[in-house]
């Protein structure tokens, strides 16, 4: 069983940063791929970026590409999305997920493929 717990997110103005944080408690986070999703108002939830536990690879969907970083400190059990020129359609609530068996990128971007989530974070961009 994983709780995760994200954190971080606030509102911010068009061209800014932030980092999200996800607080993973139960064991074996090493061995949890994990990933984050955004939901905005009336639209589905949709991948943004995921970081494999077996290979450490990283994806990311193509609208967040050379903005957003994924990364993890299993020391702290803690995953991080640090989210850089920020857009107005950034504008989401912000969820991370987990699953043991995820693994590649053609299943990282499935919400369905993962068993964890978290409550979520708000995240509003300003224009």
């Known amino acids: 069983q994983v709780q995760l717990v994200e954190s971080g997110g606030r509102l911010v103005q068009a061209g800014g940063s932030l980092r999200l944080s996800c607080a993973a408690s139960?064991?074996?986070?090493?061995?949890?791929?994990m990933g984050w999703f955004r939901q905005a108002p009336g639209k589905e939830r949709e991948f943004v970026a995921g970081i494999s536990w077996s290979t450490g690879m990283t994806y990311y969907a193509d609208s967040v590409k050379g903005r957003f970083t994924i990364s993890r400190d299993n020391a702290k059990n803690t995953v991080y999305l640090q989210m850089n020129s920020l857009k107005p359609e950034d504008t989401a609530v912000y969820y991370c997920?987990?699953?043991?068996?995820?693994?590649?990128?053609?299943?990282?971007?499935?919400?369905?493929?993962?068993?964890?989530w978290g409550q979520g974070t708000q995240v509003t961009v300003s224009s």
């Open positions: 139960g064991r074996f986070f090493s061995r949890y791929t």
């Open positions: 997920a987990a699953d043991s068996r995820v693994t590649t990128a053609q299943t990282m971007g499935a919400p369905y493929e993962y068993d964890y």
